[in-house]
């Protein structure tokens, strides 16, 4: 579930869901298992793509796991890429350039399409300065909360676009803050591919320090919004969950403390709002 990268696309399905909640969103099903399929399509791919030359001999496990069931990794991009691309059909024209959008953004991320400064060759767009954490960011936030709002919107749904902005920058907030600490986990190897992430270029307490700001203000924003109390007290509960996952971690720093407390709380989101709702 974690390796083969089936738990982050329940997240992003999660995250789709969370949309249709808090924008009080008739829930549509099928653009849910069109983020679940990209999801599961461009994170294998880009495993594929980091490839190292030796995988079995990685002090990774998730390394090495993966690529000894290359084969099968092959296999299920294959079947959720198809997926995606045969449910985006029946997306509006609109919704399906977007999800193409994103696509391309998301390959655009690892293929060699960008000449590295002073050497002799290409590398995906993560190798611009400072640029990983917020592109992550952005396409997160495209595909959990604008296609979302996109097809609904051409569905002749109402929407409150100032709800809309207000998501929008909540999840941008709440992503790039968990995923510092896997920039934190990467600084070695990251520096020696010459990957300039946020951590490589401040240093580990002050990549932290970002992580945590960036939760707060969330967490403040959220404090202050228009959303019913329990609904907001979900969100924060949520989040001051993260920031203690973060700041003092009550679990080893493994693959699991990263793949799943991190990752999972973007589930985990989805699941208090829906509690929330419930109650």
Known sequence: MLFSNVFIACCAVAQGGMTYLLLSLPVDYTVLAILGGATLALYNFSMILAKPRHPETSPFRRVRWVFRHERSLWVWTGVALSLALVLGLQLHIPSFILLGVMGAMGLAYNLPIVRVAGEQRRAGLRQITGLKLFYIGLVWVMSSVLLPVA?????????????????????????????????????YQDRYYGLKTIPVLFGERKALVLSSALLAVQMGWVWFSDYPLDIRQALIVVSALCLLFILAPPVKKNEYYYFLFLDGMMLLQFFAVWLALLG
Do not use: K
């Open 151 to 187: 097809e609904a919107y051409h569905d002749d749904l109402h929407i409150v676009w100032s709800q809309v902005w207000q998501l929008m920058a909540w999840v941008f907030l709440f992503v790039v803050a968990i995923t510092i600490p896997f920039d934190i986990r990467d600084i």
